[in-house]
């Protein structure tokens, strides 16, 4: 699928899977790294799922879950958590530029919703197996410069990369707020 792009956009788009990182687990929730793997101990194991009624590949409003909440789940079920507060964010290119910086996309991304869907699927596929991802989009702004068409755009590339996913048989669940 081609999403629409300018001509000011850079035609460079490449992209790697953002690993595993111990500053993205909430500082109650009690696990361990060992070699970027997350290892859940006992107080984790024995919880139920707050994943429980949301299917493993879907994008929908965050509604009543907590960013902590998922990132804890995320942990738990040893998935990769990736997180991206846009309330600053006026423009495509800025609401692009800050998803870029916060899942460490490479400095040559190329801001355009084409290099946004490479790096979610075929380029982070072929960086290996992946354990699955929660994907928090916080604050999406409601702007001039990054209208309802622009939100629903993005999220279209989100719920593409979903069903990307689906087909490997990778958990892909995207939570998103508006301001």
Request: one cysteine or more; glycine letters at 4%; proline letters at 4%.
């Amino acid at each position: 699928m081609t999403y629409r792009n300018t001509a000011s956009e850079s035609p460079h788009h490449r992209c790697i899977a953002a690993p595993l990182h111990r500053d993205w687990v909430s500082p109650g929730v009690k696990v361990k790294l060992n070699q970027g793997r997350i290892i859940r101990n006992r107080y984790m194991e024995g919880r139920m799922s707050l994943f429980k009624t949301v299917p493993p590949n879907i994008v929908q409003s965050i509604r009543a879950f907590r960013v902590t909440e998922l990132q804890e789940e995320a942990a738990r079920l040893e998935q990769h958590f990736l997180y991206a507060y846009c309330a600053e964010a006026v423009t495509k290119q800025q609401v692009l530029g800050t998803i870029a910086t916060a899942f460490h996309f490479p400095k040559h991304f190329g801001k355009n919703f084409d290099a946004l869907a490479d790096c979610l699927t075929d380029l982070t596929y072929k960086a290996g197996k992946q354990p699955g991802f929660v994907v928090v989009l916080e604050q999406l702004p409601n702007t001039q410069k990054f209208d309802k068409e622009a939100r629903e755009t993005l999220l279209d590339v989100f719920r593409d990369a979903a069903d990307f996913w689906a087909e490997k048989k990778v958990a892909f669940r995207v939570f998103y707020s508006f301001q």
